[in-house]
């Protein structure tokens, strides 16, 4: 079974870093690309980049980039979605999301991980 | 950047009726890489239609997705309790991928 699992909610100060995790299962981690997208509170979903961890191909939404790092580690089957400097706006749910392969898009989505950025 | 618009922003319906949901692009999209996910409150979004007319693993045939180059549909043929929710459509053929802003379904 396809498991995404994110680490725990996370309160920051603004200008603080912060890097949260997404472990995966049940599948070849080098095989699909995982993404991250976010959900501001009451608002849609957005797009912000994806990994492929078999080479570490990045690709960012050009709103996101340079705004937020994505990596990945291969030995432990995990991705990561990290900032140098955060913001009272970055507060948001953040998903994991697995390409699936061929012509599916999204597949497998993590259960989020809410990050409140708060003075 | 392609722009996705949703229509309507919220569409009031009871159960048993029939929903129809429109998704606009600002250019055209290859229909192999238009998807619909549902997501309901409290929950991660999932996976409806890929390809603007398949099916994922495990979705009812009340769901369907039709369309092409700029408009696409879902439709949900007999509304279940459990369809009342927000129904976003996808692009994922060019960079950046992009989400329309979504369609609650709500309980009339």
């Known amino acids: 079974e396809v498991q995404l699992v994110q680490s725990g909610a996370e309160v920051k100060k603004p200008g603080e870093s912060l890097k949260i995790s997404c472990t995966t299962s049940g599948y070849s981690f080098t095989s699909n690309w995982i993404g991250w997208v976010r959900q501001m509170p009451g608002k849609g979903l957005e797009w912000m980049g994806i990994i492929y961890p078999g080479d570490s191909e990045t690709r960012y939404s050009p709103s996101f980039q340079g705004q937020v790092t994505i990596s990945a580690d291969k030995s432990i089957n995990t991705a990561y979605l990290q900032w140098g400097s955060l913001k009272a706006s970055d507060t948001a749910m953040y998903y994991c999301?697995?390409?699936?392969?061929?012509?599916?898009?999204?597949?497998?989505w993590g259960r989020g991980t809410l990050v409140t950025v708060s003075s | 950047e392609i722009v996705l618009t949703q229509s309507p922003g919220t569409l009031s319906l009871s159960p048993g009726e029939r929903a129809t949901l429109s998704c606009r692009a600002s250019?055209?999209?290859?229909?192999?890489?238009l998807a619909w996910y549902q997501q309901k409150p409290g929950q991660a979004p999932r996976l409806l239609i890929y390809?603007?007319?398949s099916r994922a693993t495990g979705i009812p045939d009340r769901f369907s997705g039709s369309g092409s180059g700029t408009d696409f549909t879902l439709t949900i043929s007999r509304l279940e309790p459990e369809d009342f929710a927000v129904y976003y459509c996808?692009?994922?053929?060019?960079?950046?991928?992009?989400f329309g802003q979504g369609t609650k379904v709500e309980i009339k």
């Open positions: 390809a603007a007319s």
């Open positions: 250019q055209s999209v290859s229909r192999i890489y």
């Open positions: 999301v697995r390409r699936g392969a061929a012509v599916i898009p999204l597949d497998y």
């Open positions: 996808q692009q994922y053929g060019s960079s950046p991928w992009t």
